[in-house]
């Protein structure tokens, strides 16, 4: 069974900064993506940032120059830092890990999301 947990948010004024842990663990698999998705109140869920096996890293447009995703598919971990924080930013964040396994795969997992509010 796999389990992504995240932590780390919390509330936060505008032009402050946050760090998202997130850690995968399990069995029998290896990771091919991490990465993080957000979901305001009444929006869709998007993708903020991911990084790969390979260490690549992609972001949103939204968040490109204040956000930095971090971390290594090997260890499990990975990690978003966000800087000069926006009200538009206020979301649920959730960590995704894309496993493969000797089913196959890729296969998504989620964590259970994280709330960050901007707001003074």
């Known amino acids: 069974q796999v389990q992504v947990v995240e932590s780390g948010g919390g509330l936060v004024q505008p032009g402050g900064s946050l760090r998202l842990s997130c850690a995968a663990s399990g069995s029998a698999f290896t990771i091919n993506v991490m990465g993080w998705h957000r979901q305001a109140p009444g929006k869709q869920r998007e993708l903020v940032a991911m990084?790969?096996?390979?260490?690549?890293?992609n972001y949103a447009d939204s968040v490109k120059g204040r956000f930095t995703i971090s971390g290594d598919t090997n260890k499990r971990t990975v990690y978003l830092q966000m800087n000069s924080l926006k009200a538009e930013d206020t979301a649920v964040y959730y960590c995704n890990a894309d496993i493969m396994t000797t089913r196959g795969g890729p296969f998504r997992y989620w964590g259970q999301g994280t709330p960050v509010t901007v707001s003074s």
């Open positions: 990084i790969t096996s390979g260490g690549s890293a």
